[in-house]
């Protein structure tokens, strides 16, 4: 019985080991979220910037969230702009169909101009 | 007169989710006839209100900067109150609210629009004093505001701008105290209402808090026929500054001083009041938008269920 039991452990032990290496050879991760820039660290008052997420992957969706101001349009490639002076940190999160995601922030210093 | 037929419009317009740059002052908090209930008497209130705004000031001074993208802001706005006079010197009061729309228009560039619920506040109301004979009244009042939702809206995987989010996304404290004198003999009476919101911060938006909220108002009530009651308002809304992780928001904060006539009209167990805001004087931190009118309407429904 005990025979039984120890070769049953030890299948499940290989099973497991095994899903995991399988799922490692089947999702090799090419998701790499290689930077988010903008065109202009420091902007004036009501001018917009430009802000780029580069990143590799399959199907890959970005969200983007900033403590203040306004982000217009969506996807890679954004516009930035806000009303008052202050520094803004803008925030991109980039996902890709496996379920790998990685954020990055950059900052955006606004003049009282 | 067994309770205050009269309803007093105590909105607060600078409170949560208000105007820091670019959105004109929305109502969270507020309620109607401040004082408790009678025990096992329970009252509605429905409240609507609509502010709108398209100039900018910085201190006193209003802004003529063509340039600023930001053309106009609008806010429409529902409020539902209802009270319960728990024993004859306890009344719990729930308020919710939720925003129709909050608008944000950037002139070429298109506008931003949310709607949903804001938060709602679970309130006890203590009677501390009441003399019917010299007509006055002493309430004081304690409450959680809680938010209902801590999430930022989004479109297409984008913020909205926060001035167009309608939950304050942080949970609050509030405080209110209310006071009454009445002057029958004049068909008169005078109310002194201060409120206090203090806000909590949001870890899941960079550890945003909205400022504090430090509300004063002084009403004067007159008859002027019957069921039909003139109420003056003047009001002060002083709002500190709003933070984020990384400091203060250097263009959030105000002083603001209000003017608002009240007309109410009360039939059998309803009422209904109407309340324009005139402001007489602001003072705004660095630059926002300031409101440019804001009214509203109230609908009251009292009811004694006790049977008596």
């Known amino acids: 019985m005990i025979k039984y039991i120890f070769l049953l452990f030890s299948l499940l032990i290989i099973t497991l080991i095994g899903c995991k290496k399988e799922e490692n050879v089947l999702n090799p991760k090419s998701f790499t979220f290689v930077s988010l820039t903008t065109t202009k660290s420091e902007i004036n008052l009501n001018e917009f910037t430009d802000i780029t997420a580069t990143a590799t992957g399959d199907n890959l969706t970005y969200s983007w969230t900033c403590s203040e101001g306004a982000i217009f349009d969506n996807g890679p490639k954004v516009q930035f702009s806000i009303c008052h002076a202050t520094t803004v940190r803008i925030t991109c999160t980039v996902s890709d169909a496996s379920g790998y995601s990685e954020s990055k922030d950059i900052n955006i210093k606004i003049g009282q101009k | ?308």
């Not at chain 2, 006055?136 to 989004?154: C, H, M, N, W």
């Not at chain 2, 509030?174 to 008169?188: M, R």
């Not at chain 2, 409101?291 to 609908?299: D, I, P, T, V, W």
Request: a negative charge; charged letters at 20%; one cysteine or more.
């Open chain 2, 1 to 308: 007169m067994k309770y205050l037929v009269v309803f007093l419009f105590f909105i607060i317009s600078s409170s949560i989710v208000s105007a820091q740059c670019c959105s004109v002052g929305s109502p969270i908090g507020g309620t109607t006839s401040i004082g408790t209930l009678p025990e096992n008497n329970i009252r509605y209130t429905v409240f609507y209100r609509n502010g709108y705004g398209d100039r900018y000031y910085s201190g006193t001074d209003i802004v003529n900067d063509t340039s600023i993208q930001v053309k106009y802001a609008l806010s429409n706005y529902v409020g539902l109150f209802i009270d319960y006079g728990l024993v004859e010197r306890l009344t719990l009061g729930f308020e919710f609210g939720y925003f129709i729309n909050k608008l944000q228009d950037w002139g070429s560039k298109g506008s931003f629009e949310a709607s949903g619920l804001s938060s709602g506040i679970i309130v006890g109301k203590y009677n501390l004093l009441k003399d019917i004979e010299s007509e006055y009244e002493l309430t004081v009042s304690a409450g959680l505001k809680i938010p209902f939702s801590t999430d930022r809206i989004q479109k297409n995987f984008v913020d909205l701008p926060r001035d167009v989010q309608p939950s304050p996304g942080a949970f609050g404290f509030v405080t209110q105290l209310f006071f009454h004198k009445g002057f029958s003999n004049i068909s008169t009476n005078l109310f002194l209402v201060n409120r206090i919101e203090i806000n909590g911060s949001n870890s899941n938006d960079y550890e945003y808090k909205y400022g504090n909220c430090y509300n004063t108002s002084i009403f004067v009530t007159k008859k002027i026929v019957d069921n039909l009651t003139g109420i003056v308002q003047l009001r002060n809304e002083i709002k500190d500054k709003d933070r984020e992780d990384i400091g203060e928001i250097q263009s959030s904060g105000s002083n603001l001083f209000f003017i608002s006539p009240q007309l109410n009209y009360s039939f059998g167990d309803f009422s209904v009041s109407v309340l324009y805001d005139i402001p007489i004087y602001r003072y705004y931190n660095v630059r926002q938008l300031g409101g440019k009118y804001s009214f509203a309407l109230n609908f009251i429904w009292q009811m004694d269920l006790s049977g008596e």
